[in-house]
């Protein structure tokens, strides 16, 4: 059982369908180069005589495109960046807190992870993708489904402000849920 004996590198990626851990080994002597992601293997190259370079693959439910550059530093040093859409991690989750809404509850005992998507409006629970109705209200819009037998809501309500936009709010069984900062 050599499994992870060149463990170089652990990344969390939080995209709508779960939190995705990526698991990289890098074999400095041998050019070994293994990608897991969730614990499952991707990628493994067992000869690698170049041990600088790329490897790409995908993640999660929506095939999220991700690469991991090798890059060496000084001597045996290397760095090990991960991109995910051809964004550096940093960027591509500054940008995705713009364009989703991420709200995490407790339901009977089971935790649940609900992310809107904001510019398609879909609502995705636990790594699936809700069956949701959508309505017109007085003040904006209602995105209805329901989790774990509980019927929640998003509201969507304009804020008045140009630069703030539209403030979006889970309400579960009449409860509004706070927004989870990932």
């Given at each position: 059982?050599?499994?992870?004996?060149?463990l170089?590198?652990v990344?969390?990626?939080?995209?709508?369908?779960?939190?995705?851990?990526?698991?990289?080994?890098?074999?400095?002597?041998?050019?070994?180069?293994v990608v897991?992601?969730?614990?499952?293997e991707?990628?493994?190259?067992?000869?690698?005589?170049?041990?600088?370079?790329?490897?790409?693959f995908?993640?999660?439910?929506?095939?999220?495109?991700?690469?991991?550059?090798?890059?060496?530093?000084?001597g045996?040093?290397?760095?090990?960046?991960?991109?995910?859409?051809?964004?550096?991690?940093?960027k591509?989750?500054?940008?995705?807190?713009?364009?989703?809404n991420?709200?995490?509850?407790?339901?009977?005992?089971?935790?649940?992870?609900?992310?809107?998507?904001?510019?398609?409006m879909?609502?995705?629970?636990?790594?699936?993708?809700?069956?949701?109705?959508?309505?017109?209200?007085?003040?904006?819009?209602?995105?209805?489904?329901?989790?774990?037998?509980?019927?929640?809501?998003?509201?969507?309500?304009?804020?008045?402000?140009?630069?703030?936009?539209?403030?979006?709010?889970?309400?579960?069984?009449g409860?509004?849920?706070?927004?989870?900062?990932?």
């Amino acid at each position: 059982l050599e499994k992870m004996t060149d463990l170089v590198a652990v990344w969390e990626v939080a995209l709508s369908d779960g939190v995705h851990k990526i698991e990289f080994e890098h074999g400095t002597t041998s050019g070994k180069r293994v990608v897991y992601v969730d614990g499952k293997e991707e990628i493994r190259k067992e000869w690698m005589f170049k041990l600088v370079g790329k490897e790409t693959f995908t993640v999660g439910a929506a095939k999220t495109k991700a690469t991991i550059n090798i890059d060496a530093i000084s001597g045996f040093a290397y760095e090990y960046t991960l991109e995910i859409n051809g964004k550096s991690l940093k960027k591509y989750m500054e940008n995705r807190s713009k364009t989703t809404n991420t709200w995490v509850l407790t339901l009977g005992g089971t935790d649940y992870r609900v992310v809107l998507e904001k510019d398609t409006m879909d609502v995705w629970c636990n790594g699936e993708k809700m069956e949701t109705a959508g309505e017109f209200v007085e003040d904006g819009t209602e995105t209805h489904f329901s989790v774990g037998g509980h019927s929640c809501c998003i509201k969507a309500v304009s804020s008045g402000k140009r630069k703030e936009g539209i403030i979006h709010t889970l309400i579960v069984a009449g409860r509004e849920i706070p927004e989870a900062v990932e």
